[in-house]
């Protein structure tokens, strides 16, 4: 029997979950290796090609969609990304068309998390 994807409860708690802007756009799982002393912002950062690239906190991400009709399915993406990942952060690349990545470290060390797209005019 293989063993469980500690990945699995982003996958449920996303499916189907459409982050809300001028385009809203699905979550997308996401799996990196992780080189030693990288921050996850370096990270993101070496995987785009000269956005900028901020970091919010993960508080600063979720305190506008309490307000939304998907307010208790984003609690609920919250405590998966809280519970799967260690040290989650929010890093945002882009001005107009933005990815946004929930990250932080798999059990197994990697980089994980879902990634999302705003379109901010």
């Known amino acids: 029997m293989p063993a469980p994807d500690p990945l ?10 459409l982050y809300p802007s001028e385009s809203d756009a699905l979550f997308e799982v996401f799996r990196w290796p992780a080189k030693a002393g990288m921050s996850a912002r370096e990270a993101v950062a070496a995987r785009t090609e000269g956005e900028p690239v901020d970091e919010q906190t993960i508080d600063a991400f ?5 307000d ?41 060390g990697e980089w994980a998390g879902l990634r999302t797209e705003a379109v901010e005019t």
């Open 62 to 66: 979720f305190a506008p969609l309490a």
């Open 8 to 17: 699995q409860p982003l996958r449920e708690a996303g499916d189907g979950l």
């Open 68 to 108: 939304t009709d998907d307010a208790a399915r984003f609690a609920r993406l919250r405590q998966a990304v809280e519970r799967s990942l260690t040290d989650p952060t929010v890093i945002r690349v882009g001005e107009v068309r933005v990815a946004i990545y929930l990250i932080g470290r798999a059990p197994s």
